[in-house]
């Protein structure tokens, strides 16, 4: 046997899909949405749409007002009956099961707490109703109170609690029954933004201490971006991209995710060739209407010479400077700032190009300084690298 034959090939890494687990093809779903559908009178709220949901997951529902998000969400309570289709949860399909039947609870936007109840009352009410033993109650409060770190707070009324105390007694209530999976509309809505962000990481570390399968259903795509394993954008009843929030974010499908999940600037061209690079990947050059500005970009599309498509940049990746800068792969206008905002980390411009077109940049403010550095009417350059272009076929 020789050299070559006597080694044995190479053993490749075994993928951990604990993180990922839609990304494992031996991996079952937790819940299943099939098919399903929601029709009032002449308007259908939620239109045949299908979705398989992990365990462990904390999966969020992005979209605007009446796209259909909170439907969704109060068919999987049980809230709502479906016109069409199923929900199957661990296996079982719920779909005529009533709300009380149902491996599920759900945290309202409004928390709903009991005023006249206590802190430890309002979180063993679901328990009581259950007739479980006092012994089992109040262990199970007495758990829950820590993991929230409410139990220096067990006695008070929800009249002496701020908004994020009332929203963790809110949470404990829904998670103490210990349900398969936690269904949360609009969570954080009703707190301060600065409150709001720190109780985003709260609801994701207690989350993760749990395992439990969180739902969140959100307008606000920055909480979404923040609570999200994976995001499900939502439309006139439909899903129009689900994926990671750096998958959604940085890889929009089409011009509506763009648009929707975060800000973005967004240009008209007209594609004047594509070379494909690989099986994947084409790279194209389009020129903007107004001005005939050549932008090369990559995408994953078939675009044709004279095809007509949208060119996006966000804005923190553009670059902003009072000299002309200088690149083989960058694409460079100009323009005179007309609005600017300081936010102390960071610095919004609003710059109106020579062709009339207003650009937003975000630039990180590096150096603390006593002055902007740059004023109102200044003449600024804007330069964006090819790789920063988003290609966007619809």
Same mark, same amino acid.
């Given at each position: ?21 839609? !990304? ?6 937790? $819940? ?14 939620? *239109? ?6 992990? %365990? +462990? ?18 068919? !999987? ?37 009991? =005023?006249?109840?206590?802190? #430890? ?8 109703? &259950? @007739? ?22 067990? #006695? ?14 809110? !949470? ?6 210990? =349900?398969?999976? /936690?269904?949360?509309?609009? =969570? ?41 394993? @994976? ?11 689900? +994926?990671?929030? /750096? ?7 089409? @011009? ?5 999940? +975060?800000?973005?600037?967004?240009? *008209? ?8 690079? *690989? ?9 903007? &209407?107004?001005?005939?500005? !050549? ?9 044709? %010479?004279?095809?007509?498509?949208? $060119? ?5 990746? /553009? ?5 002309? =800068? ?5 694409? $460079? ?16 411009? @609003? ?44």
């Amino acid at each position: 046997m020789t050299a070559a034959t006597d080694k044995e090939a190479p053993k490749l890494p075994e993928t951990d899909f604990t993180e990922t687990p839609w !990304l494992d093809p031996q991996a079952a779903p937790f $819940i299943q949405i099939k098919s399903l559908s929601k029709e009032f009178d002449d308007f259908t709220a939620v *239109d045949s749409i299908s979705l398989d949901i992990y %365990q +462990g997951e904390l999966f969020t529902i992005l979209g605007g007002s009446g796209c259909g998000k909170s439907t969704l969400l109060r068919m !999987l309570a049980g809230f709502e009956n479906p016109s069409a289709g199923q929900i199957i949860i661990d296996g079982v399909d719920i779909s005529d099961l009533p709300a009380y039947d149902r491996p599920v609870n759900m945290m309202f936007q409004s928390y709903a707490v009991f =005023p006249h109840m206590t802190v #430890a009352q309002n979180i063993a009410y679901g328990l009581k109703k &259950d @007739r479980l033993p006092n012994a089992e109650i109040n262990s199970r409060v007495q758990e829950m109170l820590e993991l929230v770190q409410l139990q220096d707070l067990a #006695a008070r009324k929800p009249k002496q609690l701020s908004g994020g105390q009332c929203q963790r007694v809110a !949470l404990a209530r829904a998670l103490i029954k210990r =349900p398969k999976v /936690l269904l949360l509309d609009e =969570p954080l809505a009703a707190l301060d933004k600065k409150l709001r962000e720190q109780t985003q990481f709260e609801l994701i570390n207690l989350q993760h201490k749990l395992g439990t399968t969180f739902i969140v259903v959100t307008h606000d795509q920055e909480e979404a971006m923040t609570l999200s394993s @994976r995001v499900a954008v939502m439309d006139a009843g439909r899903f129009v991209q689900i +994926g990671t929030p /750096l998958e959604v974010y940085e890889f929009p499908l089409n @011009r509506f995710v763009a648009d929707f999940f +975060g800000t973005i600037n967004l240009f *008209d061209a007209t594609v004047t060739s594509s070379v494909q690079v *690989d099986s994947c990947t084409h790279t194209i050059e389009a020129a903007l &209407d107004k001005t005939g500005t !050549l932008v090369k970009a990559d995408c994953s599309h078939q675009l044709n %010479q004279g095809d007509i498509i949208s $060119i996006g940049v966000r804005p923190e990746k /553009l670059s902003i400077s009072q000299k002309k =800068p200088r690149g083989k792969n960058l694409t $460079i206008t100009n323009g005179i700032v007309e609005d600017l905002a300081y936010y102390g980390n960071r610095s919004i411009y @609003r710059v109106r190009s020579h062709s009339g077109r207003m650009i937003q940049v975000s630039a990180q403010n590096f150096q603390r300084t006593k002055e902007l550095v740059l004023e109102w009417d200044d003449q600024v350059y804007l330069s964006w690298d090819s790789s920063c272009s988003v290609v966007l076929p619809e």
